[in-house]
């Protein structure tokens, strides 16, 4: 089988992050059990979900990984002229939920498995297909935990995300957070003044991040590579009010930095608590519990593997580039870059500009160029 009937098989398994992808990890698991390759299951906590870990070659030996996320952004609301769950060929075109991002690289990988039992390997090949990518690389976090401490950690990893088959050294970092703005005081809207609203606080709030945007924006760390060479803040998600002559007691903000590798996330983060209990503590002399405060709902690492580094020598080699591009959108790069240590370069087939849209594709070219790195890998790996 090639890899576009992987990939036709893969996108018939409607692996939306919400959903289980059990019935996908079990048919990868059957294939290359066929095979004799060893694998594991890493299943998530409640037993829905599970990643997968393969390892083709001599064992206790570190090798090179490639990496995978095995589930999709849902289809809800979107205009598809396709079944988005089942692939449809059409002039060079592979169409699918998934085809881009990433179920065509899951299926480069999974045939390069495959392929890699009929050679003898001298450095193992292994393959890490994870589930919840797309909220935020929650569930590889539970493979990295077994593989920190594995006798040996791999040398090299490609997470294999749709770049065109460029070669991304890296892409920024992330937190996403929400405020909680709580105000007080007397509920009837006709008695505005004696209470504190608690939209104006989210607002208030709101102008504190957009401030903090406009200073990063000029005199925050730069890093040219990135079309916005700056580190990002943003409000996605606003939620309060019950009635309109009601002084709203509740105000949640979702919000997200963006991180470039020169600053710290964290440090941002810090400094909007500071404001944000400067604002808290203005609304107290008339709502005493009023307050602002902030959870992290997720984060993960940027990844920022140096150019000059052998594993982007190497991954170059393979494909044939002279440049190097980093990516707008995060990966489970930056958590096996920090987590486990391992170069990690971004490398995969497709584009994102046709991921988490209606009428996802893949060209079979870029499905072909991806294949034939992976040759190249295996014949490195001998
Ligand atoms: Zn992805």
């Given at each position: 089988m090639s890899s576009i009937d992987y990939l036709e098989k893969l996108i018939a398994f409607p692996t939306v992050s919400r959903d289980s992808n059990l019935d996908l990890i079990r048919y990868a698991a059957e294939l290359l059990g066929a095979r004799g390759i060893e694998y594991r299951i890493i299943p998530s906590q409640d037993g829905r979900k599970a990643n997968l870990f393969a390892t083709v070659g001599p064992a206790g030996v570190p090798g090179v990984m490639l990496s995978g996320h095995t589930d999709v952004v849902p289809v809800d609301g979107q205009d598809w002229t396709v079944p988005p769950f089942k692939m449809t060929e059409r002039d060079g075109r592979l169409y699918g939920r998934?085809?881009?991002?990433m179920k065509g690289f899951v299926s480069c990988a999974l045939a390069a498995c495959l392929k890699a039992t009929e050679r003898t390997l001298k450095t193992p090949l292994h393959l890490a297909l994870s589930y919840?990518?797309?909220?935020?690389?929650?569930?590889v976090r539970r493979m990295i935990d077994i593989l920190r401490v594995a006798p040996q950690k791999p040398i090299l990893c490609i997470v294999g995300e749709p770049t065109g088959m460029q070669v991304a050294s890296g892409h920024k970092g992330k937190i996403a957070a929400r405020a909680r703005c709580r105000g007080g005081g007397e509920s009837h809207s006709a008695s505005a003044p004696r209470s504190v609203n608690a939209i104006h606080l989210g607002c208030d709030f709101v102008a504190v991040l957009r401030k903090r945007q406009s200073q990063l924006s000029k005199v925050g760390p730069r890093d040219?590579?990135?079309?916005?060479?700056y580190t990002t803040i943003h409000a996605g998600k606003f939620n309060a009010g019950v009635a309109l002559n009601i002084v709203p007691t509740l105000c949640e903000v979702d919000f997200e930095i963006r991180n470039v590798a020169a600053d710290d996330a964290g440090r941002i983060l810090k400094s909007l608590r500071h404001a944000a209990e400067r604002i808290a503590t203005a609304a107290?002399?008339?709502?005493?519990?009023a307050a602002i405060d902030i959870d992290v709902i997720n984060a993960y690492p940027g990844l920022d593997t140096p150019l000059s580094s052998e594993a982007m020598a190497f991954v170059k080699s393979l494909t044939g580039a002279n440049e190097t591009i980093k990516v707008a959108f995060g990966t489970e790069g930056g958590l096996f870059s920090r987590d486990l240590g391992t170069p990690t370069v971004v490398c995969g087939p497709g584009s994102m500009a046709q991921g988490h849209k209606p009428d996802e594709y893949i060209t079979v070219e870029q499905l072909r160029r991806c294949d034939e790195m992976l040759n190249t890998l295996l014949q490195r790996l001998c």
């Amino acid at each position: 089988m090639s890899s576009i009937d992987y990939l036709e098989k893969l996108i018939a398994f409607p692996t939306v992050s919400r959903d289980s992808n059990l019935d996908l990890i079990r048919y990868a698991a059957e294939l290359l059990g066929a095979r004799g390759i060893e694998y594991r299951i890493i299943p998530s906590q409640d037993g829905r979900k599970a990643n997968l870990f393969a390892t083709v070659g001599p064992a206790g030996v570190p090798g090179v990984m490639l990496s995978g996320h095995t589930d999709v952004v849902p289809v809800d609301g979107q205009d598809w002229t396709v079944p988005p769950f089942k692939m449809t060929e059409r002039d060079g075109r592979l169409y699918g939920r998934g085809a881009a991002d990433m179920k065509g690289f899951v299926s480069c990988a999974l045939a390069a498995c495959l392929k890699a039992t009929e050679r003898t390997l001298k450095t193992p090949l292994h393959l890490a297909l994870s589930y919840d990518e797309e909220i935020g690389c929650v569930g590889v976090r539970r493979m990295i935990d077994i593989l920190r401490v594995a006798p040996q950690k791999p040398i090299l990893c490609i997470v294999g995300e749709p770049t065109g088959m460029q070669v991304a050294s890296g892409h920024k970092g992330k937190i996403a957070a929400r405020a909680r703005c709580r105000g007080g005081g007397e509920s009837h809207s006709a008695s505005a003044p004696r209470s504190v609203n608690a939209i104006h606080l989210g607002c208030d709030f709101v102008a504190v991040l957009r401030k903090r945007q406009s200073q990063l924006s000029k005199v925050g760390p730069r890093d040219s590579d990135y079309d916005i060479p700056y580190t990002t803040i943003h409000a996605g998600k606003f939620n309060a009010g019950v009635a309109l002559n009601i002084v709203p007691t509740l105000c949640e903000v979702d919000f997200e930095i963006r991180n470039v590798a020169a600053d710290d996330a964290g440090r941002i983060l810090k400094s909007l608590r500071h404001a944000a209990e400067r604002i808290a503590t203005a609304a107290r002399p008339i709502a005493p519990d009023a307050a602002i405060d902030i959870d992290v709902i997720n984060a993960y690492p940027g990844l920022d593997t140096p150019l000059s580094s052998e594993a982007m020598a190497f991954v170059k080699s393979l494909t044939g580039a002279n440049e190097t591009i980093k990516v707008a959108f995060g990966t489970e790069g930056g958590l096996f870059s920090r987590d486990l240590g391992t170069p990690t370069v971004v490398c995969g087939p497709g584009s994102m500009a046709q991921g988490h849209k209606p009428d996802e594709y893949i060209t079979v070219e870029q499905l072909r160029r991806c294949d034939e790195m992976l040759n190249t890998l295996l014949q490195r790996l001998c």
